[in-house]
């Protein structure tokens, strides 16, 4: 269960933005792995929240 969700959360991730209004969304969905699955809180998650958005897909469109 946890496994199938984990995976949920990477193929939303390694998606990224594919339209209009998945912003909170998507933001969401990076800052909960961070947390459950990196362990991250604090700068750190806020760090890696923004990088990994940057770095995702149509992120520029």
Same mark, same amino acid.
């Given at each position: 269960?946890?496994?199938? @969700? =984990?995976?949920?959360?990477?193929?939303?991730?390694?998606?990224? @933005? #594919?339209?209009?209004?998945? #912003?909170?969304?998507?933001? =969401?969905? $990076?800052?909960?792995?961070? +947390?459950?699955?990196?362990?991250? #809180?604090?700068?750190?998650?806020?760090?890696? +929240?923004?990088? #990994?958005? $940057?770095?995702?897909?149509?992120?520029?469109?």
């Amino acid at each position: 269960m946890v496994d199938a @969700w =984990k995976q949920d959360l990477e193929r939303e991730m390694a998606e990224g @933005w #594919t339209g209009y209004g998945q #912003t909170d969304h998507l933001l =969401k969905t $990076i800052a909960c792995y961070g +947390v459950v699955f990196q362990g991250l #809180t604090g700068t750190a998650l806020v760090d890696y +929240v923004e990088q #990994t958005a $940057i770095a995702s897909a149509g992120y520029a469109e």
